[in-house]
């Protein structure tokens, strides 16, 4: 029987699909270093932890309002006010179930079939797929070495048509970890101005932000900006709470309204334990945050000086996130126990088998030549990965 063509076009999360092995490799008691995860390595605060309890024993086990809890909406607003200089009222805000489903139900609220939506290459995982589920066209724009692989508008401007309804931005973003400055965002706003486009803004990673860059949001640069953005942003990374699946999204009461009738169908509201530990989240002890920063920035500094003694290779400095990609391009084609590498899923393979090491290849971002490490693991799993990777490298022939 035939089965769904749009379903069938989809590819499953290969990030998730790699994490799960190294896991299901490290439960069977092989030493491995994984760098494929894109989640903290620390546990969920305790407080956050303690007010989930405390919300079970209170008996808040109930269904919620399908857009979330009213406190928790408000202590969305008040984070964008004095966090990003946003103001928003609560009708202007849905919490999800994590920021993935935002980002859905925002594709799903705006796009009509055939749409097409501007997305940076090389592009989280989701975004590609998630726009198609919703019967939109994504369209790659190629970013170049010289603009530290950000969008510059001469080259947006080869790829918008009368069919483009939205450009995505991810700052700071996933896989590259680059971070977008003020006059960067601005250039971006008058081109989404100019084509009348939606920008939607993935600030997931904001917190995690190194050097001396600075986070601000598309939507805070002038009204226009603010009218046509919408923001979505969520607790997984920043306060290390990727199973509790919450995000949060602001916009416009029209696009909230259809994202939430959409969202009533498909899941009801997200778990009403993890809103209440999310509201802790964001209003109680924020002292965590620049610690797991401050570990991550270490690590970050640990994997770049071991990088960069490696000859074969170079990579991309990142500027925020956990991740870094690396060049591999000088070792496609040399070959492992006579096995010919013809790409970066074939070095992976290799990697994980050889070394038991996981990394996950570009080719998942549309980034060929290229793997990523995310250093969102101890230090010590950090160089142990890095030495091997090493190893690996210096079998090659
Ligand atoms: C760029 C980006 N956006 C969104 C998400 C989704 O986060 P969540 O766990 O809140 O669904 C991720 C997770 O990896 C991500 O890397």
Not at 76 to 99: D, M, P, S, T, W
Not at 154 to 178: F, H, M
Not at 363 to 392: C, D, H, M, P, W
Request: charged share 25%; glycine share 4%; proline share 3%.
């Amino acid at each position: 029987m035939n089965l769904s063509r749009k379903a069938n076009n989809i590819s499953g999360s290969l990030t998730l699909e790699i994490t799960a092995k190294a896991n299901r490799m490290k439960s069977e008691g092989i030493d491995v270093v994984s760098f494929a995860a894109g989640e903290p390595d620390f546990n969920t605060p305790k407080n956050i932890i303690d007010a989930a309890y405390k919300a079970m024993q209170d008996g808040k086990t109930k269904y919620t309002p399908s857009s979330g809890i009213e406190s928790l909406k408000k202590a969305i607003c008040n984070k964008f006010k004095k966090e990003n200089n946003l103001e928003y009222n609560i009708n202007q805000v849905i919490v999800c179930n994590g920021a993935k489903q935002c980002i859905a139900n925002v594709f799903l609220s705006i796009l009509n079939p055939e749409d097409e939506v501007l997305i940076p290459r090389p592009y989280w995982v989701s975004y590609p797929e998630l726009v198609k589920l919703a019967d939109g066209k994504p369209i790659f724009v190629d970013t170049k070495k010289q603009n530290d692989y950000k969008y510059s508008v001469d080259v947006l401007e080869r790829y918008v048509s009368s069919k483009t309804k939205a450009i995505l931005l991810n700052s700071p973003g996933n896989p590259l970890g680059n971070v977008y400055t003020r006059d960067e965002l601005t250039e971006i706003a008058a081109f989404a101005k100019k084509y009348d486009l939606f920008i939607i803004s993935d600030e997931i990673y904001e917190k995690l932000i190194y050097d001396d860059c600075k986070h601000i949001s598309i939507a805070s640069l002038n009204e226009d900006a603010y009218n046509r953005t919408i923001v979505i942003n969520g607790v997984s990374k920043s306060y290390s709470m990727t199973g509790w699946r919450i995000g949060y999204c602001a916009a416009s009461e029209k696009i909230i309204k259809l994202m939430n009738s959409i969202q009533s169908h498909f899941t009801s509201n997200p778990n009403s334990v993890a809103q209440y530990a999310t509201l802790e989240a964001l209003t109680g002890d924020q002292s965590t945050i620049a610690i797991m920063a401050k570990a991550f920035d270490e690590r970050r500094n640990i994997a770049m000086n071991m990088l960069d003694n490696i000859n074969e290779i170079s990579y991309i400095k990142p500027q925020g996130a956990f991740y870094i990609m690396i060049d591999i391009s000088n070792l496609i084609n040399k070959s492992f126990n006579d096995i010919k590498i013809k790409d970066s899923l074939a070095f992976s393979k290799l990697l994980l088998e050889a070394e038991n090491v996981a990394v996950i290849p570009g080719s998942a971002f549309g980034f060929e030549n290229y793997i990523r490490i995310s250093y969102a693991t101890s230090s010590e799993n950090v160089k142990k990965g890095i030495e091997r990777l090493q190893a690996f490298i210096n079998n090659l022939k």
